[in-house]
């Protein structure tokens, strides 16, 4: 049986579910991630986008904030907080959920790196792997989902 797990915005307008084995945990300094979680970083949960139920009439506006942003990041209405962000379609599509987004959060897998930590606002004491720029982010990015089937 696939896990579920339910998944909310922190004012809890915007509730949903995700199924199915997370794909891998991060820790994101970008610069977006810094100003919409209001943090130093995002601890953000990826999962494959297929597993995704979000019910009719969310409250949930998606909007790119990059140019050329191939990550449609979702606020809630009402809190004005992210709520979750998804990137590709259909079997390769990906959803990035915060893990304090996540209900049962003690249940996810631990966080395997850090991305876009060039960009950080404070340096990290720990023993992930730390992805400095974009260049060398995505390529992380690319070699685990390959490794794990997903590219």
Not at 118 to 128: E, I, K, P, Q
């Amino acid at each position: 049986m696939m896990p579920v797990y339910r998944c909310h915005c922190p004012c809890e307008t915007n509730q949903f579910e995700i199924s199915g084995p997370p794909v891998t945990r991060f820790f994101c300094h970008c610069t977006i991630c810094q100003e919409k979680y209001q943090a130093p970083y995002a601890d953000v949960v990826l999962f494959p986008l297929a597993g995704l139920a979000l019910p009719e009439g969310h409250s949930i506006n998606f909007g790119q904030y990059k140019r050329f942003g191939a990550i449609d990041r979702g606020m809630c209405t009402a809190c004005h907080q992210p709520v979750m962000a998804k990137a590709g379609e259909g079997s390769k599509g990906l959803a990035f959920i915060a893990a304090h987004n996540v209900a049962n959060a003690a249940s996810l897998p631990a966080p395997s790196m850090h991305v876009f930590y060039g960009t950080r606002v404070a340096d990290v004491a720990d023993s992930l792997p730390k992805y400095r720029h974009y260049v060398s982010s995505q390529f992380a990015f690319l070699k685990l989902l390959l490794t794990r089937g997903r590219a």
